[in-house]
Every structure is written in C-alpha cells, then in structure tokens.
C-alpha cells in the first residue's frame, strides 16, 4: 500500500507583466497552455470607458484604474477560490497594484518582461486592431516600478525571443513552486 505524500500546494498564479508591446499576452497564453491553467487577459477587464480614453490617447491614472483593478482582483479570487492556478497578463506598473493583485491570490510570482523604449514602440505601432496607441508607451515607463527584490519573480528582456523567455521562467517558476511559495522565490 501507497502511502501518500504531502499534499501539494494550488499552483501558482504568475502574472505576466511589463509595459505594452513586450509580449505578454503570447507569452501568457503559452505558458497557461503549459501549466494547463486558465489564461485571464488583463486587458478585458477594463471596463469600456478606459478603453475608449486609451484609443484617445489619454493615459490611465490611478482613478481610472481602480475598476479594470477591482475586475481582476475579484476574477483572481475566484481562481484561488476554486484551488487553481493561472497565468494573468497584465501592466501590473505599480507596486502598489502588484500588492493588491498578490492579496488576492499569494502564491504569486510575477514575470516582468523588459523591452528598450524603441523596440517597444515598433513593437506597438506594428499592432493592429489593439487600442493601445504608441503615444501612450511613454506614459507607462513613466510610472513603472520594476520588481523589487522582495517581489517573487523574474525580471527579463522580452528581445530574447519567446521560447527562451518561457524556458527561463518554467525553470524560476519550478522553483518558487518547490520551495513553497511566497518570500522564498
């Protein structure tokens, strides 16, 4: 007879983050696909009339935040509620927005995708269909807080190409997930 080992823990929430243009959402959807959990695109829980400002070209505050913020804290609940993991894309700029993502679900572990200012603005004016506008990017590098040496995660330059990206971070993910989670990552 088996005897069982010790209950594994849910599976982490990992947030793909970084300013527009880096891959996020590619890198997301790929590596939900991998962990064989949902992929939850942060830009669908903007509610419409932060989606029509951005197409304006009028950058997002703290205010306008606030609901697309609430949206996705709420959905990240109800993942965890449920005893699963996830893979989110999302800005996460701030800190301030992380620890309110992280107090949804705390076994988080973020992947900050970095991009150089000009290949990112290629990268967007190179979209179409997406109402983000290359005039907006500058905004958001303006207020990016990258990682903080507290935060669980990795920090990488989305210029290494996709595969290399999802290597390196399935690789940082298993370990954060071995040791157990939060603060040890």
């Known amino acids: 007879m088996e005897t069982p080992g010790p209950a594994r823990p849910d599976p982490a929430v990992v947030v793909v983050m970084g300013v527009s243009g880096t891959g996020k959402s590619t890198v997301g959807r790929l590596l939900a696909a991998r962990r064989g959990v949902p992929f939850l695109e942060g830009d669908d829980f903007h509610p419409a009339a932060n989606i029509a ?10 205010a306008a935040r606030e609901p697309w913020l609430a949206a996705l804290t ?3 609940r109800e993942v965890v509620r449920a005893g699963g993991g996830a893979v ?6 701030k800190r301030a927005y992380r620890d309110r993502l992280r107090g949804a679900a705390p076994r988080m572990w973020f992947l900050h995708l970095t991009l150089d200012r000009a290949v990112a603005r290629a990268r967007v004016a190179g979209r179409a269909g997406h109402f983000m506008p290359v005039r907006l990017l500058e905004s ?3 207020v990016l807080e990258p990682l903080g040496a ?5 920090t990488v330059d989305a210029r290494e190409g996709t595969d290399s990206v999802l290597r390196r ?9 071995a040791l157990g ?3 040890r990552g």
């Open 88 to 93: 989110v894309s999302c800005s996460a700029l």
């Open 74 to 76: 709420q959905a990240l």
């Open 181 to 183: 989670g939060p603060g």
């Open 150 to 154: 507290d935060e669980d995660g990795l």
């Open 140 to 142: 958001q590098y303006e």
């Open 53 to 62: 400002r951005m197409r304006a070209g009028h950058p997002l505050d703290d």
């Open 169 to 177: 971070a399935e690789e940082a993910l298993a370990d954060f997930e």
